[in-house]
């Protein structure tokens, strides 16, 4: 192609997913997920547009919030359970064509169910399509976690012999080979697909000349289950892959952590205060969080309360966990405090993890070299933390982390 190429990234997120209900705007370590596959496209060189096609108009907004328009709502006869992407497709590019006038020469559709992708992932598929004037579209493969040469079909009801799913020239029976000698295979993946706007108005996503762009297996990620959510959160934040990211770039946990500092409110309690006649506050903890700070102390990690203000319910509470705790710290003075302490005691910030719940905590983040917000803090402190746990505060979020160190360091 000469001149400029128009590329358009469209993102494909109905409403009535079964699977993971609402799954296009659940949090997935800390941003909606549809949010991954916008940032894929908005940091791309090559792309010059980017859309959201979908039926739901919650989706929407969360896309626009995200960098995305939403020109259309798409018809609710192409959101349904069993609709393929071939109609949602033509559906877009014929609606931008009649009512914009656009028609762009390559379209990049991004599933958000694949939201763990390589830095270049698109534009690197779209330069092999442009660069091959014979190709139809690019799509990302990975190498086959099973081999199909070792597998079978079975005779109608199963009482009959199997035949081999697949022959292979010069070896008699592949069934029965060693994995070394066979073809390779790869497996398609959701990350990306490029394709000619030309192919899809002609009635395929794919054309009949595919060529592939090759993606580490360690990136395969697809969002089916709640299983599938799980593993897909621990890959990026324990994975080491250098990813696409809405917000910034997540840190990896220290190989070797020297100090964890946590906050009081909302963390090592649920956030709640019960406040008697006589002004005495009570607070909810866990009890989990106490027991794992034997196996800490035994690791010769020192833990340590960072709390705002002066409350006997810190220093108890404390006490109880056999932690040091330092308290009446002015809301905009906890990341001085935290810096002047590991200044006196010559612990390397990159050494650090800080667990925190609320704004005063963000430049704690700033400090530590690994910054943990807990499951239900603040949307801006998940946004900026490097690592969110499952639990909340108060229900078992400082054992989760403590868990993660001593499993680093392979302490149990």
Known sequence: MDGVVEVLALIPARGGSKGIPRKNIRDFSGYPLIAWSIAAAKQ?????????????EE?????????????????????????????VFVHALEWLAENENYRPDVVVQLRPTSPIRPVGLVD???RILLQHADADSVRGVVPAGQNPHKMWRLAPGGSGPMTNLLAVEGIEEPYNAPRQILPDIHWQTGHID?????????????????YPILIDPDFTVDLDNLRDWVRAEWLVAFGGLTMVSPGRARRPMPEKVSLLALDFDGVVTDNRV???EEGREMVAANRSDSLIMSKMREAGIP?????????PVVSARAKKMRVEALQGIGIHDKAEVLANLLAERKIDPAHVVYVGNDI??????????????????LPEVVRAADYVTQKTGGHGAVREVCDLILKRLRIR
């Open 44 to 56: 791309s060189e090559l792309v010059t547009r980017v859309i959201v096609s979908t039926d739901d």
């Open 274 to 276: 019960w406040v008697s």
């Open 59 to 87: 989706i929407a907004a969360v896309a626009r919030a995200w960098g995305a328009e939403t020109p259309f709502l798409r018809p609710a006869k192409f959101a349904e359970d069993k609709t393929t992407d071939l109609p």
């Open 360 to 377: 005063n905590d963000l430049p704690c983040f700033e400090v530590a070299g690994w910054a943990v917000a807990v499951a239900d803090a």
């Open 194 to 210: 490029a394709i000619r706007a030309s192919v899809i108005l002609g009635g395929s996503m794919s054309g009949k000349r595919v």
């Open 303 to 311: 833990v340590v309360i960072l709390s705002s203000e002066v409350n």
């Open 124 to 126: 690197d598929a779209v």
